[in-house]
């Protein structure tokens, strides 16, 4: 892929996400969007993102993300 695909993919991605936030602002704002607060165990939840992100890494010969 080149880098101008890359980017543009990196770019909707951004865009897709960035509409996606507004529409649950505007659903909670109309009601029909509710949010809770709860804890989270912060090193559980890391270590289940590492669990889930390893293989898809090894897989992709990846070493780190790029954001």
Do not use: W
Request: glycine letters at 2%; proline letters at 1%.
């Amino acid at each position: 892929m080149t880098n101008k695909r890359r980017l543009s993919k990196q770019l909707a991605e951004k865009l897709e996400a960035f509409v996606g936030d507004v529409l649950n602002v505007y659903k909670h704002d109309m009601g029909k969007l509710s949010l809770s607060k709860y804890d989270v165990h912060c090193v559980e939840l890391i270590n289940s993102t590492i669990s889930v992100l390893t293989p898809i890494l090894l897989k992709s010969n990846r070493t780190q993300f790029r954001y």
